[in-house]
């Protein structure tokens, strides 16, 4: 087999572009998948966070992780929301109120819940070979193409285009990547990482994981007395709607999932962003 491709180093957006501190930036690692609406949400809120200056720009780096939801859930015995009927029909109408709320335009496919095997090997062979900035373009590509153009990700042709006219990658750089969906190396490592996210806690997506040296002492302390302290040296998060929370633990700016301190309904300038199409 040809060797992982190399992505040359392209000027695109960067999820934490770090500046120059005394203090060691807050690391956050984010477990996700495409197919998981809420690893969507998740992944917006913390761009449009660590995007400013004003809000955690410096003081958060995120560090994506790829990995496999249905692999979570069957290592667990958890169960996708959508797999319930009543639920599916509660999770169409929170998925509208989450977006507008979240201020993130999505819609759910009618294909929904997909296959994201595919795009998930996809996106582990860009985090072996490419810059984190390339990974979070590629992942904010691969969001969009399913929750808001609702293309058929389960198609590699799709990604390849996604890659090219939204993630900014050479049309032989996307190329090389579809065609590592079936490398061996490529399968082990998102195996590898699945595996990891169990292992640490993980029975969904996003989940976040932050060492508890980050923590202010206070809060380390409190954690100690109340229980509220995980068994290893970190601290696991899980939700979009838990990212306020771990904010508030590790003292960081919070201003609403749009970043503004203030409250969605007040900054709507049009209404119906959010569609949901549903055959139910």
């Known amino acids: 087999l040809p060797p992982l491709p190399v992505c040359s180093d392209l000027p695109v957006r960067r999820m934490a572009s770090l500046t120059s501190s005394s203090t060691a930036p807050v690391l956050v690692e984010v477990f996700y998948d495409i197919g998981s609406m ?11 966070y660590t995007s400013s200056p004003a809000l955690w720009r410096g003081k958060v780096q ?9 692999g979570i859930f069957k290592a667990t015995g958890n169960q996708m929301p959508a797999a319930l009927p009543a639920r599916r029909v509660y999770v169409m109408k929170d998925t509208k109120r989450t977006a ?40 904010d590509a691969l969001f969009r193409t399913y929750w808001v153009d609702n293309d058929d990700i389960s198609e590699v042709h799709t990604l390849q285009r996604a890659l090219i006219h939204k993630a900014h990658f050479s049309p032989a750089e996307a190329e090389a990547h579809c065609n590592a969906i079936d490398d061996p190396d490529v399968k082990k490592a998102l195996r590898k990482a699945t ?22 002492p ?8 109340e229980g509220a302290v995980g068994e290893a040296d970190e ?12 904010a508030f633990l590790l003292r960081l ?3 609403g999932p749009g970043g503004t301190g203030v409250e ?17």
């Not at 996003?206 to 040296?213: E, L």
């Not at 206070?218 to 007395?225: K, P, Y």
């Not at 601290?235 to 709607?241: L, N, P, R, S, V």
């Open 264 to 280: 969605p309904s007040s900054q709507r300038e049009e209404p119906g962003i959010v569609e949901i199409h549903s055959r139910l």
């Open 195 to 216: 595996d990891e996210a169990v292992r640490r806690g993980a029975f969904g997506c996003p989940t976040f994981f932050v060492k508890r040296a980050h923590f202010p």
């Open 62 to 70: 995120v560090k994506l992780r790829p990995c496999l939801i249905g």
């Open 100 to 139: 507008e709320y979240m201020r993130v335009p999505a819609k759910v496919p009618l294909n929904f819940p997909a296959n994201t095997l595919k795009v998930m090997r996809l996106l582990t062979s860009i985090s072996m070979s490419c810059t984190p900035t390339q990974l979070e373009d590629a992942t």
């Open 218 to 225: 206070d809060v380390r302390d409190w954690m100690a007395r």
């Open 38 to 48: 809420y690893s969507y949400f998740a992944c917006s809120v913390l761009h449009r």
């Open 253 to 255: 700016p919070w201003k």
């Open 235 to 246: 601290e696991m998060f899980f939700g979009a709607d838990r990212i306020n929370q771990m």
